[in-house]
T-cell receptor, first 112, second 115 residues
Framework: DADVTQTPRNRITKTGKRIMLECSQT?????MYWYRQDPGLGLRLIYY???????NKGEISDGYSVSRQAQAKFSLSLESAIPNQTALYFC???????????FGPGTRLTVL | AQSVTQLGSHVSVSEGALVLLRCNYS??????LFWYVQYPNQGLQLLLK??????LVKGINGFEAEFKKSETSFHLTKPSAHMSDAAVYFC?????????????FGGGTRLMVKP
């Protein structure tokens, strides 16, 4: 079974709709991250969380919000989706003892 | 502040040929450096990492990278390309004392392997 899972894997929505992307992990890590991937730009950090009560904005947080419902769950919301939020979204986890991040399979989001 | 530049968004090699993917970084503190690979429709998988031990780092699938401080580079190589190596490769940097394990990624290089 995958250690980091993301749902849905693919989503097509319309401009103005509210969308939630979910991430769950069974690795027992305290740190979780949301990135978006755009062609030629690599991955850019949207939000990150060091524990349930610690949430921080990343490089490109405008238009996004997050919720850390439990240590194992970290959700990303688009309150009112717009076409330039069309991208591949990745969740990742790490722990304080190891500098490696582990990535989920990604969610491909298309906003029409 | 830190940044990563990957020269060449697309690299094409023949099967059996040397693979060389370039990565240059800038960091105001001693860096940790990573190479990740993304196969089609999958997430990122760690290939190898440099964390201030040996400057030549060996990773999975026959890949290796050499940390060269004087050149601020961390190029990825493999002596002989396989068809299965076709993927997108990302170089990433983290400040060595970054308590949050924050990664900064390069733009990625798509490796194509010709038969």
């Amino acid at each position: 079974d995958a250690d980091v899972t993301q749902t849905p894997r693919n989503r097509i929505t319309k401009t103005g709709k509210r969308i939630m992307l979910e991430c769950s992990q069974t690795k027992g890590h305290d740190r979780m991250y949301w990135y978006r991937q755009d062609p030629g730009l690599g991955l850019r950090l949207i939000y990150y969380s060091f524990d349930v009560k610690d949430i921080n904005k990343g490089e490109i947080s405008d238009g996004y919000s997050v919720s850390r419902q439990a240590q194992a769950k970290f959700s990303l919301s688009l309150e009112s989706a717009i076409p330039n939020q069309t991208a591949l979204y990745f969740c990742a986890t790490s722990d304080s003892a190891n500098n490696e991040q582990f990535f989920g399979p990604g969610t491909r989001l298309t906003v029409l | 502040a830190q940044s990563v530049t990957q020269l060449g968004s697309h690299v094409s090699v023949s099967e059996g040929a040397l693979v060389l993917l370039r990565c240059n970084y800038s960091s105001s503190v001693p860096p940790y450096l990573f190479w990740y690979v993304q196969y089609p429709n999958q997430g990122l998988q760690l290939l190898l990492k440099y964390t201030s031990a040996a400057t030549l780092v060996k990773g999975i699938n026959g890949f290796e990278a050499e940390f060269k401080k004087s050149e601020t580079s961390f190029h990825l190589t493999k002596p002989s390309a396989h068809m299965s190596d076709a993927a997108v490769y990302f170089c990433a940097v983290m400040g060595a004392h970054n308590a949050g394990n924050m990664l900064t990624f390069g733009g990625g290089t798509r490796l194509m392997v010709k038969p």
